[in-house]
């Protein structure tokens, strides 16, 4: 016999099996669809419900240099979504240990979840059920999906917002952290700075008690009133004059110094005082790093387990299991007929 009339031998096989043996595989799909609708109700699966928040990294720059630095010169604006690289930096932070800590610990998740401490592994299973059901996603279209599925509609809806908070309290936590130190080192410097010109001042008031304004100009008039009370030999004056030249001689080197040192200096806190603004912004104001396109809402149906998809999926599974343990039989039933009539011959 050929290949061809083996597959329409076997193909009519099936055929005439199903058909003989219709009515058991009848009573075998009506129980997988009734075993199946018990075993996917509440009473052994726990319904899930399912909540979503989809949201945008804004495009990543600190408040200072974005807001009221005329120094820094950026291609981006606060307001603008961010790309790629911050899309990868949003996901790379909601799936790290502080937001999973800051999640299970503000929803109690090992009690919400019923894992007692007893049990065998708790912290692993617990680790297994949050990854199971808090899930982050990039879109395509370059957003972030938090997705979390829970017994609770309410509180699933609550994880994923709060999700979305705690990655703004934890991006603003660790860019305070080196924002809070760049601080202290600026507020240092430009103290410090303050602090000198503030001893340089007090040295030239000093200088100004004993009559020392201004060097250059006080010794080009004090020099040409000496000239004229010499030529009225007025020896008076002349002294008067001579004492002023010599306070000016004594300090007037330490006051030329002194001026420009303080020039200097204050040109330098200009530009020390508007790095000392930018990062006092930067340690003390905190704003949003992310938009929020689609906030979480409690879901009305639950999402989890899908009955139909199980129904039919287990019903299928039955009828082909049945079919094939009956063609197996059938199968041997006509091999041990062939041997018996073998063996009667």
Same mark, same amino acid.
């Given at each position: 016999? =050929?290949?061809? $009339?083996? #597959?329409?031998?076997?193909?009519?096989?099936?055929? *005439?099996?199903?058909?003989?043996? /219709?009515?058991?595989?009848?009573?075998?799909?009506?129980?997988?669809?009734?075993?199946?609708?018990?075993?996917?109700?509440?009473?052994?699966? !726990?319904?899930?419900? /399912?909540?979503?928040?989809?949201?945008?990294?804004?495009?990543?720059?600190?408040?200072?240099?974005?807001?009221?630095? !005329?120094?820094?010169?950026?291609?981006?604006?606060?307001?603008?979504?961010?790309?790629?690289?911050?899309?990868?930096?949003?996901?790379?932070?909601?799936?790290?240990?502080?937001?999973?800590?800051?999640?299970?610990?503000?929803?109690?998740?090992?009690?919400?979840?019923?894992?007692?401490?007893?049990?065998?592994?708790?912290?692993?299973?617990?680790?297994?059920?949050?990854?199971?059901?808090?899930?982050?996603?990039?879109?395509?279209?370059?957003?972030?999906?938090?997705?979390?599925?829970?017994?609770?509609?309410?509180?699933?809806?609550?994880?994923?917002?709060?999700?979305?908070?705690?990655?703004?309290?934890?991006?603003?936590?660790?860019?305070?952290?080196?924002?809070?130190?760049?601080?202290?080192?600026?507020? #240092?410097?430009?103290?410090?700075?303050?602090?000198?010109?503030?001893?340089?001042?007090?040295?030239?008031?000093?200088? *100004?008690?004993?009559?020392?304004?201004?060097?250059?100009?006080?010794?080009?008039?004090?020099?040409?009133?000496?000239?004229?009370?010499?030529?009225?030999?007025?020896?008076?004056?002349?002294?008067?004059?001579?004492?002023?030249?010599?306070?000016?001689?004594?300090?007037?080197?330490?006051?030329? =110094?002194?001026?420009?040192?303080?020039?200097?200096?204050?040109?330098?806190?200009?530009?020390?005082?508007?790095?000392? $603004?930018?990062?006092?912004?930067?340690?003390?104001?905190?704003?949003?790093?992310?938009?929020?396109?689609?906030?979480?809402?409690?879901?009305? *149906? /639950?999402?989890?387990?899908?009955?139909?998809?199980?129904?039919?999926?287990? !019903?299928?599974?039955?009828?082909?299991?049945?079919?094939?343990?009956?063609?197996?039989?059938?199968?041997? /039933?006509?091999?041990?007929? #062939?041997?018996?009539?073998?063996?009667?011959?």
């Amino acid at each position: 016999m =050929s290949e061809k $009339e083996n #597959k329409v031998f076997d193909s009519e096989f099936i055929l *005439r099996l199903i058909v003989k043996n /219709k009515v058991t595989l009848l009573v075998i799909a009506v129980a997988a669809v009734l075993l199946s609708l018990l075993f996917s109700s509440p009473l052994f699966v !726990t319904p899930l419900y /399912k909540s979503k928040v989809v949201l945008y990294p804004t495009s990543g720059n600190s408040i200072s240099k974005a807001l009221i630095s !005329t120094t820094f010169q950026s291609g981006k604006d606060m307001l603008e979504f961010g790309e790629v690289e911050q899309t990868e930096q949003m996901l790379q932070v909601l799936n790290s240990d502080k937001v999973r800590a800051e999640v299970i610990r503000r929803f109690n998740l090992k009690d919400h979840y019923g894992i007692n401490d007893n049990q065998k592994y708790p912290l692993t299973q617990l680790g297994k059920t949050y990854e199971s059901r808090i899930k982050f996603r990039r879109t395509e279209y370059g957003a972030v999906r938090i997705t979390v599925l829970d017994h609770n509609a309410d509180t699933a809806a609550l994880i994923a917002n709060d999700i979305a908070e705690i990655f703004d309290s934890i991006m603003n936590a660790m860019q305070k952290e080196v924002a809070i130190k760049a601080f202290e080192v600026v507020e #240092k410097a430009y103290l410090d700075l303050k602090n000198d010109m503030d001893r340089l001042e007090d040295s030239l008031n000093m200088m *100004r008690r004993h009559g020392v304004f201004d060097y250059e100009s006080q010794v080009e008039m004090l020099t040409q009133q000496y000239a004229i009370e010499l030529g009225r030999s007025n020896k008076q004056g002349i002294d008067n004059i001579q004492k002023k030249l010599d306070v000016l001689a004594e300090y007037g080197g330490a006051f030329h =110094s002194i001026t420009e040192m303080l020039d200097y200096d204050r040109q330098q806190l200009s530009l020390v005082k508007a790095k000392y $603004e930018e990062a006092k912004v930067d340690a003390t104001q905190t704003v949003p790093h992310k938009f929020i396109v689609s906030a979480a809402t409690p879901a009305e *149906r /639950k999402s989890y387990p899908t009955v139909w998809l199980v129904v039919v999926v287990t !019903t299928l599974s039955a009828l082909l299991m049945a079919l094939f343990v009956m063609i197996v039989m059938e199968k041997m /039933k006509t091999l041990n007929r #062939k041997e018996d009539n073998g063996t009667s011959k």
